[in-house]
């Protein structure tokens, strides 16, 4: 038998975890051209070897695929030059720190901060430009909730910005009023589907704040993308862009910034028409390659459950008679999702309450029934709180469940929180059934929801298998979690099946893309206490090393 070509790469010494069944483990890979051309034991590795071929010796570290975040916002990312609001727990350190940015940036024109947790207010109200102002005076400030899907503006904020008593249905949110003056109280919902959209976001360049400027977005985009190959996400999925965010990863690959390959899911807001879809299909032929890709769409059925705006079936906690809205009545949702569904657009909808998930299930059983069955692979992305009569749907109606596990924490959603407190105990039982949607046969993407939370792949797993707080602490709702082998298939095979990438990446394979992970340690055998603080000691994509751990 004559040997085979030289490879371009050879991995040898490995505990390879390939979530590949039908040859699970390895000890060795062999790439050519940024492909995996063979896969076995180190014993047949050098037969793989040449003058020329590039070696890693793993020294018995695991390796797994690269990792696919299915929902990482890396474009819109952290920013640097806001006021970091991370773990500020009460108004009283919310002002801490915007004074303390303040003092070193004195000469400010627009004071702008990120990740304020709605917790941080008392007696679970939410935030008015009274408390802000005195901390801010007269400089215009602007402040985003950690899920972005909320603004939080003082009151020189809402001169800047035309925000009055008439004028409450702004390009970039809905700016809540004060139930007795009818005067705006300084607090904007709706961000996240208004604020974040092609127009919402020309407005508020065009108003001058510095935050939506296209430097600002490039600058957030590039530290993200280093930050996930850092952590070995090799294929990023990037859930809600406009046609004018594509120029940033355009430039990204012109300047050698995208590592990571892009997919990357265009936002079909309320009012979006045939030339618009028109648009979208023109960008999803001229964005078509292995690095960067465009074509799902993200739509919206409801909010978030912290300031009830998720749609529930029945009312909040503790709220009379109100139990949320979904942006769309369900029969207008059903003929705009089968319509998408005809024109073979994948549809990633944002749905968290219990009633808003059942709304995406009931329009994609429509679709079914009115195209016929395709592999259209739709996704609920969230799946907060899901009512178990549902559970089932999910892999009846070929519907992913796209799920980021550290939003259950308990420290982030648990008891005492908002996100249980507005549920109510009674529908605990209901919080992100990740257990019961695998063993119901439901396909699992797992993914980070950067920047509403940690981007790093291993703080999720262990979330995903504890539920337990980052820091150790009683697991909430321990019945749903999984183990190791299925949180890291979620990151993985299940991301990549979600997307349509399965015969490219998810697992290592002859065939596939070389995109893999050498790790710091042994996921599968040490304490889940010791997954958080795993490092990617070395990343590849398409065979080339593009990452190494200092």
Same mark, same amino acid.
């Given at each position: 038998m004559h040997p085979p070509a030289p490879a371009d790469l050879l991995l040898t010494g490995a505990r390879?975890?390939?979530?590949?069944?039908?040859?699970?483990?390895? *000890?060795?890979?062999?790439?050519?051209?940024?492909?995996?051309?063979?896969?076995?034991?180190?014993?047949?590795?050098?037969?793989?070897?040449?003058?020329?071929?590039?070696?890693?010796?793993?020294?018995?570290?695991?390796?797994?695929?690269? @990792?696919?975040?299915?929902?990482?916002?890396?474009?819109? &990312?952290?920013?640097?030059?806001?006021?970091?609001?991370?773990?500020?727990r009460s108004l009283a350190e919310i002002h801490d720190r915007i004074r303390a940015w303040r003092a070193r940036n004195p000469g400010a024109a627009w004071i702008e901060a990120e990740a304020f947790d709605y917790s941080a207010l008392p007696d679970g109200r939410m935030p008015c430009a009274a408390d802000l102002d005195p901390v801010t005076g007269d400089t215009p400030a602007v402040v985003l909730s950690y899920d972005v899907h909320t603004a939080w503006l003082n009151t020189?904020?809402?001169?800047?910005?035309?925000?009055?008593?008439?004028?409450?249905?702004?390009?970039?949110?809905?700016?809540?009023?004060?139930?007795?003056?009818?005067?705006?109280?300084?607090?904007?919902?709706?961000?996240?589907?208004?604020?974040?959209?092609?127009?919402?976001?020309?407005?508020?360049?065009?108003? &001058?704040?510095?935050?939506?400027?296209?430097?600002?977005?490039?600058?957030?985009?590039?530290?993200?993308?280093? !930050?996930?190959?850092?952590?070995?996400?090799?294929?990023?999925?990037?859930?809600?862009?406009?046609? !004018?965010?594509?120029?940033? @990863?355009?430039?990204?690959?012109?300047?050698?910034?995208?590592?990571?390959?892009?997919?990357?899911?265009?936002?079909?807001?309320?009012?979006? &028409?045939?030339?618009?879809?028109? *648009?979208?299909?023109?960008?999803?032929r001229e964005f078509a390659d292995d690095r960067l890709r465009v074509g799902p769409l993200k739509l919206y059925i409801d909010d978030v459950v912290e300031p009830r705006t998720a749609a529930l079936l029945e009312p909040y906690a503790g709220c009379g008679s109100?139990?949320?809205?979904?942006?769309?009545?369900?029969?207008?949702?059903?003929?705009?999702?089968?319509?998408?569904?005809?024109?073979? @657009?994948?549809?990633?909808?944002?749905?968290?309450?219990?009633?808003?998930?059942?709304?995406?299930? !009931?329009?994609?059983?429509?679709?079914?029934?009115?195209?016929?069955?395709?592999?259209?692979?739709?996704?609920?992305?969230?799946? %907060?709180?899901?009512?178990?009569?549902?559970?089932?749907? @999910?892999?009846?109606?070929?519907?992913?469940?796209?799920?980021?596990?550290?939003?259950?924490?308990? %420290?982030?959603?648990?008891?005492?929180?908002?996100?249980?407190?507005?549920?109510?105990?009674?529908?605990?039982?209901k919080a992100w059934p990740m257990r019961s949607l695998h063993e119901a046969g439901a396909v699992l993407a797992f993914s980070s929801d950067w920047n509403v939370a940690e981007m790093d792949p291993m703080i999720g797993i262990y979330t995903a298998v504890t539920r337990r707080p980052l820091g150790g602490g009683e697991a909430w709702r321990p019945a749903e979690t999984v183990d190791v082998a299925t949180a890291v298939y979620g990151y993985t095979m299940g991301s990549a099946y979600a997307n349509f990438l399965e015969h490219d990446r998810g697992s290592l394979t002859v065939g596939k893309a070389a995109d893999f992970v050498v790790l710091s340690r042994d996921i599968f055998a040490v304490p889940a206490d010791r997954i958080p603080g795993t490092v990617a000691e070395t990343v590849v994509v398409a065979g080339e090393v593009v990452h190494r751990a200092a």
């Open positions: 390879i975890h390939t979530v590949d069944p039908d040859l699970p483990e390895a *000890e060795a890979l062999a790439v050519r051209d940024g492909r995996i051309v063979w896969l076995g034991p180190d014993t047949g590795a050098e037969r793989w070897a040449g003058p020329d071929t590039e070696r890693i010796d793993a020294g018995g570290r695991l390796v797994l695929p690269g @990792f696919v975040d299915a929902h990482n916002h890396v474009r819109l &990312g952290s920013d640097d030059a806001c006021v970091q609001l991370a773990g500020a020189a904020a809402m001169h800047r910005l035309g925000v009055t008593r008439d004028r409450t249905d702004l390009p970039f949110g809905t700016a809540r009023t004060d139930p007795g003056t009818g005067e705006p109280t300084g607090f904007v919902t709706d961000f996240a589907v208004k604020g974040l959209s092609r127009e919402g976001h020309r407005a508020l360049r065009e108003l &001058g704040v510095p935050w939506a400027s296209p430097d600002r977005q490039y600058g957030r985009l590039v530290k993200s993308l280093d !930050d996930a190959i850092r952590y070995g996400i090799t294929t990023v999925v990037e859930p809600q862009n406009s046609l !004018d965010d594509l120029e940033l @990863f355009a430039r990204a690959r012109a300047e050698g910034r995208l590592r990571s390959r892009i997919v990357a899911a265009l936002f079909h807001p309320r009012g979006t &028409g045939a030339a618009d879809l028109a *648009e979208f299909e023109a960008a999803g109100h139990r949320g809205d979904t942006f769309y009545p369900p029969e207008e949702f059903a003929e705009l999702l089968a319509a998408l569904d005809a024109r073979g @657009f994948q549809c990633f909808v944002h749905a968290t309450g219990d009633r808003g998930i059942r709304t995406v299930l !009931d329009a994609v059983e429509h679709a079914r029934a009115v195209n016929g069955p395709r592999d259209a692979r739709h996704q609920v992305v969230h799946v %907060e709180c899901l009512d178990p009569a549902d559970v089932p749907r @999910f892999a009846e109606l070929g519907v992913v469940a796209c799920m980021q596990p550290r939003h259950c924490a308990p %420290e982030i959603a648990g008891p005492g929180q908002d996100w249980a407190e507005n549920v109510g105990e009674e529908r605990w039982h």
